[in-house]
């Protein structure tokens, strides 16, 4: 007996290592998971933050072109309100899914930001139903969905935590102003 009694330290020593080894190995594995279980959600956040931003900027290119054929835009494509109609019902129905999938991913302050560049889509819609001719009153719905799409993509960033971004308004270029513009144009192509 006296020999078990001189090894049970040594034993003793041996299960606490174990004991450590498959606590540290458990722990390490826990941190691991949650860790990619995180970057998988964050991943799949920016999908539906990136799917609903490009559903509703389908709809809102669509209105400038109806907005041009009416007189109130300068996009040089324009789509009288007959022929945009069918399409601005199926760039309608593309999005809803993309705002389901949002409100279940998203977070409340970026929701909340998408809501609102929706609700002045949809103001840009009814001006344009409308029949409206008014390119100062059109100018103020942009500037308003402008600020709307920037004010979504910074919610985004927030929420991702990424750095921040460019604010989308890009100068037109000197010695090519697109007609009717303000020189203040949205994107590369002139438009926002």
Known sequence: MSAFIQQLPALMGVVIGALGS????????RVRFRREREARWEERRLAV??????????SVTLTYRVAASL??????HPLTPEEAAPLIAEATVARDPYGEAL???????VVA???????????????????????????ALLERQRAGREGYYSAVRGDLALPPGHSARWPVLPGRPLSGSTGDAGSPTGRS
């Open 71 to 76: 007189g109130n835009d300068p996009h040089p």
């Open 49 to 58: 933050y990136t799917e609903y931003a490009r559903a509703l900027k389908q």
């Open 103 to 109: 409100l279940l991913l998203g977070a409340p302050e």
């Open 22 to 29: 498959y606590w540290a190995v458990a722990r390490g594995d």
């Open 113 to 139: 930001k998408a809501r609102e560049w929706v609700v002045t889509l949809l103001e840009m819609e009814a001006f344009l139903r409308a029949r409206t001719a008014d390119p100062q009153a059109w100018q």
